[in-house]
């Protein structure tokens, strides 16, 4: 049996999604992507510029490589804002996925609880898919999935921070207590944090500046690749109980004795 | 007959179109059939089917965006 990723009953083999932000270039970008082996691919919507003649199209390169596109709502400032972006980005993208961000606070980047609600439940009666990006509240996880979200995305720390894992608790509860997948975003820095992350039940993780901004991107798409696999492994083999006191590795019979 | 001049807002900056102007000929006056984007008027959706047939009406606020990297 196969230990796919099942979203809203679509099927990935890989639970590493990957941000687009702050990509290098194209070149790194596709390098990336390829070595990171994700199915599925976020970017931002944006107004077009009107006076660049480049023919840089991220959307048409992501199409060519036949990659699942996740539309986020990063920079909307107002639940009309979110609607519309989301309305654009599935005539743009011809995708009902949205990953949902209502955030307010410029300095932590911190999601806005009561907007995420209020945009989620009107996004959904409007035929949305709804992976809302929020902070690691485990109440407010459960609402949302009452509400009829297809996952939920805690925060590890802020977007693009570096911090690593600080919520790791929280987060915990939040895995243990849902029914739907929980993608835990924003803050991983190294592999060994979407490791720890995929090891403690994790469904997947999404990673952006980590990879997009390594020294070298190709070599950290892969790492990371590399420790979502070795945490779900792990997580899957069952890892055994924490214990007080040392237990001997070697048999103790037989010794020497002089 | 003179056909009557009235300014649109795309993405926020001013232009000024004939009346009768429909969608598609914003956008080939703007170069962007080779570009992927959607369009809003006024906060609607237009399906591309239907920009040859949309026709921009004064004051009309327009945006079209397309994707960028983001996470």
Known sequence: MNDNLIIDGKE????????TGKHKSLKDLENYIISSESEMITVAIRRLDLDDNQSNDLLSFLIEKKLNILPNTAGCKNIDEIILTCELSRELINTNWVK????????????????????????????????????????????????????VMPLASPIGSGNGIKNEESIRIIIEQSNVPVIVDAGLAVPSDASKMMEIGADAVLVNTA???AKDSKKMGEAFKLGVKAGRISFKSGRIPIKGIASPSSPEKNLLDV | MNKANFSIYVNGKEF?????????????????EKKSFAIAVNSEVVKKENYNRFIILPDSKIEIISAVGGG
């Open chain 1, 100 to 151: 949902l961000e209502a955030i307010k606070d410029p300095k932590y980047l911190l999601p806005d609880p009561m907007m995420t609600i209020i945009a989620a439940e009107k996004l959904i009666k409007n035929g949305f898919k709804v992976l809302p990006y929020i902070n690691s509240d485990p109440a407010l996880a459960k609402n949302l999935e009452e509400l009829g979200c297809s996952t």
């Open chain 1, 211 to 213: 990879i997009a901004q």
């Open chain 1, 12 to 19: 990935f083999r890989s639970r590493l999604f990957i941000g």
């Open chain 2, 16 to 32: 000024i179109v004939e009346e009768n102007t429909t969608l598609i000929k914003l956008i080939k006056d703007l170069n962007l």
